[in-house]
């Protein structure tokens, strides 16, 4: 089993690939860890104001910080 790079709750850039680079990239947020089958880990992802989610996986998705998060500030 694979472990999770991201946890549920947590900001991400979704950014879908074609054969020749990027198609489009946008802000999600990781609603569900799904089961890897054996390869990556993949996420279900939800973007603010879709009524629907997505799969995607692991290599598709990159870490967001949200500067309205930071307690430090």
């Known amino acids: 089993m694979s472990d999770y790079l991201y946890a549920c709750g947590q900001l991400v850039t979704f950014t879908a690939k074609r054969f020749i680079g990027p198609a ?9 860890l799904l089961p890897s089958g054996g390869e990556e880990p993949r ?21 967001r910080f949200d500067v309205s998060q930071a307690t430090d500030l």
Not at 24 to 32: C, E, M, P, Q, S
Not at 48 to 59: H, N, P
């Open 24 to 32: 489009w990239t946008g802000a999600f947020v990781i609603t569900k």
């Open 43 to 63: 996420y279900e992802i939800k973007s603010t104001g879709d009524t629907y989610s997505r799969a995607a996986r692991e290599s598709d998705l990159t870490a």
